[in-house]
């Protein structure tokens, strides 16, 4: 079964907003994505995301707009081995996921696989991350923990609460029945 959702962020961190047009099934998610965003400088990109079985991702294509020109992006995952725009990086093998940086879309696969909006859990993570609006791509060290389920005062959609941390980074998120952000503290917050 394909649960088709289209929702909307407002993204504090970029003073923007996303929307991605998403086809969940099982152990699968599809999605196209634009953002529109005013920091460090005005930009757009759209992207398209695919992931394999279990959410591993398998290919984000983007491409970013600006002042400076159009910058494109292919991250290909194949079992592991990951390229960017057709060249190996060693540094990213391993990891399963991309992390699309001030998107909240791609905080879902990891949650997704675990089922931390579901289950407790504490998972750690490498991810292929991808820097916006510039599109480069770094390695970065992730984890995600399930921290209960969501209080009644946080909304019929509310499932759960996570924690995600990378770095000295810490921000507890808010999920609907889906996996999908609802509230992402200090970076997005749903609108749709």
Same mark, same amino acid.
């Given at each position: ?6 929702p ?6 970029? &003073?923007?907003?996303?929307?991605a ?24 990109l ?9 959410? %591993? ?22 079992? !592991? ?9 060693p ?7 991309c ?6 879309l %791609? ?11 579901? $289950?407790?859990?504490?998972?750690? =993570?490498?991810?292929?991350?991808? &820097?916006?609006?510039?599109? %480069? ?14 209080g009644?005062?946080? !909304?019929? +959609? ?6 995600? $941390?990378?770095? +000295? =980074? ?15 503290? +200090? ?6």
């Amino acid at each position: 079964m394909i649960t088709h959702l289209v929702p909307t962020w407002e993204v504090s961190e970029s &003073r923007g907003v996303e929307t991605a047009w998403i086809e969940l099934g099982d152990g699968s998610l599809s999605a196209r994505g634009r953002v529109a965003g005013l920091v460090p400088a005005p930009y757009w990109l759209d992207y398209e995301l695919d992931t394999g079985p279990a959410w %591993t991702t398998r290919r984000l294509a983007v491409r970013a707009c600006s002042a400076e020109g159009t910058r494109e992006l292919e991250l290909l995952n194949d079992d !592991g081995r990951w390229t960017v725009d057709g060249r190996h990086r060693p540094e990213l093998d391993g990891a399963l996921d991309c992390d699309l940086g001030l998107s909240p879309l %791609t905080n879902a696969m990891p949650v997704l696989r675990h089922r931390l909006h579901r $289950e407790p859990g504490r998972h750690d =993570f490498l991810m292929a991350w991808v &820097r916006v609006p510039d599109l %480069t791509v770094h390695p970065s060290r992730q984890r995600y923990t399930h921290l209960g389920p969501a209080g009644e005062d946080e !909304g019929a +959609g509310a499932a759960a609460r996570v924690r995600y $941390e990378s770095g +000295g =980074f810490l921000s507890d998120l808010l999920l609907d029945r889906h996996g999908l952000v609802l509230d992402y503290p +200090g970076l997005a917050r749903r609108h749709g």
